[in-house]
């Protein structure tokens, strides 16, 4: 608060007074057992309305503002609740009210009821499990609907509790500064709950809601590259362990003298695939090489690919055997009967677009074989889906180059810090948190950027 340009005012009080008598009573208890003080006070932005002079009764919230203190120590500062902090908290509320309305209105809650009740009389039905299929598609609508229902409800309940904080503030006497503090965390709260929800709103693909496998390969840098490989490695992992989805490394090729040369990573949760697939694309470094005797600047490439993990139920692909290459390799790694000694590694081409796959997490080949062939699928699913095209033998060769001219984001280390996302502009300076795994602004930026790109082209 800006107390010099306000308008003010004392209170005029006698030389000494016992706060005991104070309507803060219980804030200062424990200073009133020691000694009686003297009463200090700020100057105030001051409301005729609510304040009188001379032993006439101060408005509670104005009282947060003043200084208790005794001799040169004081004993009961806190200014955390001031007339402005209260009317500031109170348009928060208010905005939050709106905001709450707008999100319930916009996701259709009476809708959603309605087609809960449906829901639930189709999985009671008993003849739900004549068709498997259709059976799962049903109680995941259930699943997805009830979950839906529950959120509206809370966002609904939470924002009520603040609404009847801020009635009761006014009403009362006296001030509970604990409800205050509680309404305060609501609204930080409840915006992030909104953010995130309205987020998820966002990630309205067929496969968004599914869990994710990302693949990074080391490109154009040799060394640093798979140096580099590593590190986003590193990145990824972390990301997922901040958003609680369960991560787990299912194949990882060692790179000659450092780093990596690719690595596959399993993201199990729901939409990690929604927020992963914007990392889909060539991720470039600039950094002075640790690999370099002279210590020159170095530039160096990733590529991170990105498929959705479908249940094998849902993958409704064929491919023609001609239009498969399949190869077979040991498997590396350490431990196991089969690995270093037969041939347990597969590796699948679809021969019209150039997609590769490749699998050596099972322990036998016809395992690894049907692993492959699945993520195969998968990945063909999503890239028809993604060029419109109806039949598989439409779609186009989708291979991410790791080299110069198909970056999404550069990550600069030297002689500046800066990670900036080419496709959406976003830019921070802060790499070292983009490291450790705050991708969060860039995956909100770009579902933003690919939201506002599909209602273009609709319209």
């Known amino acids: 608060m800006d107390y010099a340009n306000a308008l003010t005012r004392s209170l005029p009080i006698s030389a000494s007074a016992n706060i005991c008598n104070s309507p803060a009573k219980s804030h200062y208890s424990g200073s009133c057992l020691r000694r009686r003080v003297r009463l200090k006070f700020l100057p105030l932005i001051l409301f005729p309305s609510t304040f009188h002079h001379h032993g006439s009764k101060v408005s509670p919230l104005r009282q947060r503002a003043f200084v208790v203190s005794g001799g040169d120590s004081t004993v009961g500062t806190n200014v955390q609740w001031g007339a402005q902090d209260f009317f500031s908290l109170r348009k928060d509320v208010e905005d939050l009210v709106k905001r709450v309305e707008e999100t319930i209105t916009s996701a259709g809650l009476e809708q959603a009821q309605a087609n809960l009740s449906d829901l639930e009389h189709r999985a009671s039905d008993s003849t739900l499990w004549d068709n498997h299929s259709k059976a799962q598609e049903t109680l995941l609508a259930l699943t997805n609907t009830k979950e839906n229902i529950g959120l509206l409800n809370d966002f609904q309940a939470k924002v009520e509790d603040a609404k009847m904080i801020i009635q009761l503030t006014e009403e009362m006497d006296t001030v509970d500064y604990g409800l205050l503090d509680e309404a305060s965390k609501i609204v930080e709260d409840l915006n992030i709950s909104l953010e995130h929800y309205e987020l998820t709103k966002l990630l309205s693909g067929p496969y968004d809601i599914e ?53 596959t990573i399993e993201f199990e949760g729901r939409f990690a695939y929604g927020y992963l697939a914007g990392e889909k694309g060539t991720h470039r470094l600039v950094r002075q090489s640790p690999f370099n005797a002279k210590g020159l600047r170095q530039t160096s490439f990733a590529g991170v690919e990105i498929m959705p993990l479908v249940p094998e139920e849902s993958l409704d692909v064929e491919i023609p055997e001609e239009d498969l290459e399949m190869s077979y390799s040991r498997a590396g790694g350490k431990g196991g009967q089969n690995v270093n000694k037969v041939e347990t590694a597969v590796r699948i081409v679809h021969i019209p677009t150039g997609i590769a796959v490749r699998c050596t997490e099972e322990r036998s080949q016809l395992a690894n074989r049907t692993k492959a062939l699945n993520r195969l699928k998968a990945k063909l699913q999503v890239i028809a889906q993604e060029q419109r095209a109806s039949e598989i033998k439409q779609i186009r060769g989708d291979v991410v180059k790791a080299e110069w001219g198909q970056q999404i984001r550069n990550y600069v280390f030297h002689p500046y810090k800066l990670v900036k996302d080419v496709r959406t502009g976003l830019e921070t300076s802060d790499i070292t948190s983009v490291m450790d795994g705050g991708l969060e602004p860039f995956i909100k930026s770009y579902l933003r950027f690919k939201h506002g790109n599909e209602m273009t082209l609709e319209s």
């Open 211 to 263: 869990g994710a496998c990302l693949t990074i390969t080391a490109g154009a840098g040799g060394t640093d590259a798979q140096d580099w490989a590593d590190m986003l490695l590193r990145m990824y992992l972390r990301w997922g362990e901040k958003k609680g989805y369960k991560a787990r490394v299912v194949e990882k090729s060692i790179g000659d003298e450092a780093g990596i040369k690719s690595v």
